[in-house]
Every structure is written in structure tokens, then in C-alpha cells.
DNA sequence: GAAAAAAAATAAAGTAGTTTAAGGATTTAG
DNA sequence: CTAAATCCTTAAACTACTTTATTTTTTTTC
């Protein structure tokens, strides 16, 4: 296992020396997970908080009608969870589920609080983490509120540069809030443009 | 002053004995914010979190059109900041201002983490208060891709009972995302049935 | 590598919400 | 208490997006 991406990662933030790094390490659980397969589903407890080392996951909620919404797609070097359910251990609204075979290296709320007990440090690093969730999700807020549907395409494909040629139409749909119909009348009329 | 409002709200996430209760007092500010007037405008810090005593603000964006979004109003018993402002103490992109004539006690970001120190359980009570508001935000943020504005007016009087008798229904719209012109037809249609 | 399944494109008709404009009602400020 | 400002209602024309349906293309599966 090759550690040294997620460590990449938690040193923008944090420093850590090497017996830090290894406890660190000897805390996540590294799992496959392949294509459409399921890392949660709504109505589960969420006991984990994902990385994503290689490959594509994306969290989602269903709503009444059986449309999916999706909130955020995961590529390399992210991470994903329902927040929400993590922190409170009460029943999750989102699935997570893979949009290719990914590579994922867990960790647990009980291995979580652990570290924060051992490596306090790493307070600092969640919580700059989940302020960024924050921040993400309420200006996707803003956006869905104010911006035209060819404006957050656009948005998207700055957010998520190259994903568009990994994933279908109907996903970047589904982020987008509208019908893959319409996303297509979009890509037209950019085209021509 | 009266701060038993205060204290109760606190005690509904955390117990306090009686010198811990001065000294969350003491480092309380009041203030009165009269209609119309700001608490914070968009390019500022925002250096306070704000317990509304009585009254009634709102926080709102400004889009590139001009148009205001309402993204929260908070009355009696309610917290209000630019919560990403605060915590990062970054320039706002939020406004507070008050729709009526309000009392408010603020917490400065500095004696907040006196209070964080001297009264560590306060960590608690302001990380539920900040989880609480991220699952509003999400909750809002799907209700607003999926729902239509009938159906988000019918939530918006769930989550303010009586609060449309004391704002105008320009404000309503604003925070629905919809014209008032629009929310004027919801009206009068949801009347006849 | 063929059959089946899923995704994408196109188009026509429909709907939710906006825009503009005008008159009447209510609130605010001096 | 009055003038001015703001707000609310109504309505017609318009726009962004959905729905439904059909055909073509691409992907998946065995």
C-alpha cells in the first residue's frame, strides 16, 4: 500500500513526525470498492469517513419522486461521507456508491476519536475539512439559487476538471439538478457558440 | 438584562454551575440593532456570532443580478453569523441586517476561545450548533433542487410559524428563491383549495 | 463478439416560474 | 396627519426547464 498520497494530503494542513505518520496509518482501513457497489446507504449509520486513493465515488440522496441528487463526486485525493451521520452516528440521508472500481482508505469514528485523544493535531485537521464542506455546500447553495443551468455547468467543469470524461452525461445531470435531455440541448448550444 | 433566555439555550446542550454561568455572561455583549440597520455587510470580518434576544435579522447574498437571497432569519432564541467569516475570520460574503428592531448578545471571536479554554464544554455547544446548521443547509439545499416552490413555501411556514405575520412577503420570496409576484399566485391559488 | 442494456441525441408539447407593467393598498417618515 | 415610498395584486407575454417519445450510439455482460 502506498501511503504516501493521503499523507501528501494531510500535510497540507498539519505536520507530523514518523511516529505520528505511522500511528496515523495504523488506523485506516484500506478496501476496494467496485463499480456501482455500495460504501452506505440511507437509513445506515455512516461509521466511516472515506478517502479516495484511485477511482470515483459520489454521495447522493433519492428524493420522493425516485430522482437522485447527487452532492459531491469523490476522485483521487478527496474525501466523502455523510457528514452528518459520522458526527452523530444516527441514521444517514445520502448513499455513497462507486462510479468506477476505487481504491478507499477508512477510517472509523471510533479509530477518529482515538486520534484526536493521541494526536490532538488532528482536531485542527477535521475541522478545517468539515469548514471546507461547509463553505462548499453553501455556495453550491447560492449557485443552485441563482445561476442558470449552462452557468453551473460551466461551474462544474471548473470544480471538476476532465471528470466529464470519466463519468456519463446523467451524472454530471443528477449534479447539476436538471434532466440529461436538457444538459444535452446545453452541450448543443455551447458547441455551436 | 435578562439572560435567562440565553442560559436556557445553552442548558439544552450543556449543564453550567453557577460560576461557570457568570462567566459565559460576562463575556456576552448586548446590543440593539435598530431596523434597517447592519450587523455585517459582504467584504467585512465578521468578528461576532449573535444570540437574537428579541426581534427579528436575516442574513442574505446578493447575486451578480442584484438579487437578494435570504439565507436565514433568525428570531428570538435563534443564532446568527456569517458562520465561515467567523470561524476563519475572512472577509464576509454574507449580510445581517434587521427586519425589525432587535437585542441581540454577541460573542467576539476572541472571547470565544477564552471560553473555549476556561470552559472547555463549550467546544460542545458550539460544535452542535455548527453541525445543526450544516444539516439545515443540506436539508435546504435539497428542498430547493427538488421541491417546487409550493412546496418550499409549505416548509417555510413549518420551520417559522407566525414569522410571515411580522415580514413581508418580499421577504418570504427572497428567502424561497422566487418573485414575490410569483409567491402572490401560490397565495391565492392555495386559498381557493 | 453478439445480444442486451444503458446512455445520448433530437424534437415537440407542456409547465413552473419570470418579466414587465399598471393600479390599489399599506407602511413609513417627517 | 399627510406625502412619499414601499408593497401587494393581477394579468399577459415570455423563458428555462421538463416530459414524453423515438432513434441512434455506446457500454456492459456473458
Redesign the pocket.
Known sequence: MNYDQILQNVEKHISLDAGETDYFISLLEPKVVK??KFLLQAGEVCHFTNYVHKGCLRNYTIDD?G?VHISLFAIEDWWISDLHSFLTQTPATLYIDALEDTEVFQMSKANMEKLYIIIPKFERFFRIMHQNAFIAQQQRLMQNIS????D?YRQFKEKYPRLELRI????V?AYL????????????KMAKS
Open positions: 463499480r456501482k419522486r430522482f445561476d442558470t443551468a449552462e453551473r456519463s452525461q446523467k451524472q445531470a439538478g436538471i434532466t440529461p435531455e436538457f444538459l444535452s440541448m446545453i452541450k448543443r
